[in-house]
C-alpha cells in the first residue's frame, strides 16, 4: 500500500490517497482524468515503437486506451497495473483470454519485473509529490538495460489536488543522471482539454549509474534540507541528489554505490540525522 501521510508542497490532502481513495473513484464514476481515448502523443510514440513483442508496462492504468490501442496494434507482451479493484475487475473480464496482455491488481511501488518500455499517463501526478523521489527509483530499476520511460506530465500547477502539478524545471532535476532526456518538450498534439499544458517526455535509463533511495530521520525545515543536500551532492561520483517534500526520503544517483558509512559520517554532525538504505 502507498504511504497514508498526504502532506505535500502544495496542500494538505483530506483524504489519504491510498486504495480506498481510488476505489472509491471509480465506485462514484468519479474519474474526470479518464480522456475516453488515448492521448495522441503517446499514440504517436507507440507507432513508433518497432519491436511487438516489447515488454511494456502501464502503470496506474485505469481505462488504459494505452493497451487497447497496443493490442490493435499488434504487440503481444503488454502488464497494466492499478490498485482499484473495482477497475482491475472490470479489465480483467474485458480483456479475459487474451494472453498478450497481463492485468495485475495492486500497488506499481510493490511491483517486480523488468520492461522495455512503461508509459507514463496521469499516473506521476496522481502520487503525492512527496513520493516523486521513490517514482524515479522505481522506474529505474524495473526498466531493463536501455529501457525507455516515456509519456505526459503536466506543465502546470493545480488549485485541487490530485492531480498534482509540476514543471519542466522540476521535472530536469527529478531525473537528471538516472536517465537520458532524449524528449522533453510542450506536447503539439495533447488532447484538446490539456492543449498547451502537457510536456511530452522520453527518457532513456542510465545504466551506468547506481540510482538509491534511502530513508532519512531528523530533518523538519527546508534549510537543513539544503545543507544536506548540498554535503552529499559534494561527495566524489554523486551525479544528482534530491529529497522528498517530506523530508523523509533521499534519491542519490552516483556513479558507484555510496558506502553507507560514508553517508552516515557525513550527516553524523547532527544526532538526529539518520540514513538507511531502502531495499528494492
Ligand atoms: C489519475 S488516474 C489515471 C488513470 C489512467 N492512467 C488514465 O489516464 O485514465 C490514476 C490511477 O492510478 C491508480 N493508482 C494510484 N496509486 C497507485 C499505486 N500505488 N499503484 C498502482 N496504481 C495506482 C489509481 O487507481 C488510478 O487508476
Not at 507482451?77 to 483470454?97: C, G, S
Not at 517486480?112 to 521513490?134: N, S
Not at 500547477?157 to 510542450?186: I, R
Request: proline share 4%.
Amino acid at each position: 500500500m502507498i504511504a497514508n501521510k498526504e502532506q505535500c508542497c502544495t496542500v494538505s490532502c483530506e483524504s489519504p490517497l491510498d486504495q480506498n481513495y481510488w476505489d472509491a473513484q471509480y465506485k462514484s464514476k468519479a474519474t474526470g482524468w479518464d480522456l475516453g481515448e488515448i492521448a495522441p502523443p503517446i499514440k504517436n510514440f507507440i507507432d513508433s515503437l518497432e519491436n511487438k513483442n516489447s515488454r511494456i508496462l502501464i502503470p496506474g492504468c485505469g481505462n488504459t486506451y494505452e493497451a487497447i490501442y497496443l493490442l490493435a496494434k499488434g504487440f503481444t507482451n503488454i502488464t497494466i497495473i492499478d490498485i482499484a479493484p473495482t477497475l482491475v475487475a472490470l479489465l480483467q473480464e474485458k480483456f479475459a483470454n487474451n494472453a498478450n496482455i497481463k492485468i495485475i491488481l495492486g500497488d506499481f511501488f510493490e511491483h517486480k519485473g523488468e520492461y522495455d518500455v512503461i508509459i507514463e499517463q496521469t499516473f506521476f501526478c496522481a502520487l503525492p509529490p512527496f513520493m516523486r523521489q521513490k517514482y524515479v527509483w522505481k522506474m529505474h530499476q524495473l526498466l531493463a538495460r536501455n529501457g525507455i520511460l516515456a509519456g505526459l506530465l503536466f506543465n502546470r500547477d493545480f488549485d485541487v489536488n490530485p492531480p498534482f502539478g509540476g514543471n519542466q524545471k522540476e521535472y530536469e532535476m527529478l531525473f537528471k543522471a538516472g536517465f537520458h532526456f532524449e524528449k522533453l518538450e510542450v506536447a503539439l498534439d495533447s488532447a484538446a482539454p490539456r492543449k498547451d499544458t502537457e510536456l511530452f517526455f522520453e527518457f532513456q535509463k542510465n545504466n551506468a549509474v547506481t540510482v538509491q533511495l534511502y530513508t532519512f530521520e531528523g530533518i523538519t525545515c527546508s534549510g537543513c534540507m539544503e545543507n544536506v543536500l548540498y554535503k552529499i551532492a559534494a561527495l566524489s561520483g554523486v551525479l544528482n541528489v534530491s529529497m522528498s517534500t517530506n523530508f523523509e526520503e533521499i534519491l542519490i544517483v552516483s556513479q558507484e554505490e555510496i558506502p553507507l558509512q560514508q553517508l552516515q559520517k557525513i550527516v553524523s554532525h547532527d544526532e538526529k540525522y539518520k540514513i538507511q538504505p531502502i531495499k528494492a
